[in-house]
């Protein structure tokens, strides 16, 4: 499987033949941001934590159950530097103890990915626009997004510095594009070794929450102190 590769397509994580929204799957989406801040990218052990997250959350599921992992970075859902699929089965190949080992793996690889340049850290994180383009997936409902990130929303709109430093709050959801969606977010706040990240975590936490929240989501699950460094 091609683990690192470019994609254009927008949103295509349901890609599969058009059916009642009673026979779809289940389906989990594990999200990465990409973002230069963002620790798993560079830290083994931050990656190593994500990693057995992602493992045994898929080791727990029944079949069928449809997975991805994507990348969130510049450009929100128009550009994917990781995107990987799959499907939880009772076959050999496919159970949920095998993906949950491959899907752990993939997180695990993230620093030597960045280390051996075949992966390139973004330079911003559109995490807005993250969650407000899954909307069509959301409204599939039973859809889980489980996003590793330091929340940090930074663009050429956003002033992520000003964020930051407390100046500036997210802003209020421009619709409920989160219904249907359970969410995620892990690693809010812990910035990698090279960045300040003191008291970032309770500024940001229960912004992030509220706007989960606000745009639909349920249940939400916001965590800080998720990497054991």
């Known amino acids: 499987m091609n683990f690192v590769k470019s ?6 994580l349901a890609a599969a033949p058009m059916v009642q929204a009673e026979e779809r799957p289940p389906l989990t989406i594990f999200a990465s941001d990409t973002s230069a801040s963002v620790a798993q990218m560079y830290d083994q052990v931050a990656a190593d ?45 496919t159970n949920a103890s095998v993906l949950a080992r491959q899907f752990g793996s993939y997180f695990q690889a993230l620093p030597g990915l960045v280390r051996d340049g075949r992966l390139n850290a973004q330079g911003s994180t559109s995490l807005i626009d993250f969650f407000e383009a899954l909307r069509p997936i959301c409204d599939q409902g039973d859809v889980t997004i489980i996003l590793f990130s330091d929340g940090v929303e930074s663009t050429a709109s956003f002033d992520g510095r000003a964020f930051i430093e407390g100046r500036l709050r997210l802003p209020e959801p421009r619709a409920d594009f989160l219904t249907g969606c359970r969410v995620e977010i892990h690693g809010v706040g812990q910035l990698r070794s090279t960045s300040n990240s003191n008291g970032l975590a309770g500024r940001l936490l229960p912004q992030w929450e509220r706007f989960l929240t606000n745009a639909g989501a349920d249940p939400v699950l916001v965590t800080g102190s998720f990497y054991s460094f």
């Open 7 to 12: 994609v254009t397509t927008a949103i295509a």
């Open 49 to 93: 934590e994500a990693a057995r997250y992602v493992s045994s959350y898929i080791a727990g599921l029944d079949a069928p159950h449809r997975l991805a992992m994507i990348s969130v970075g510049d450009a929100g859902l128009g550009h994917r530097a990781i995107d990987i699929r799959a499907t939880v089965t009772n076959h050999r190949a």
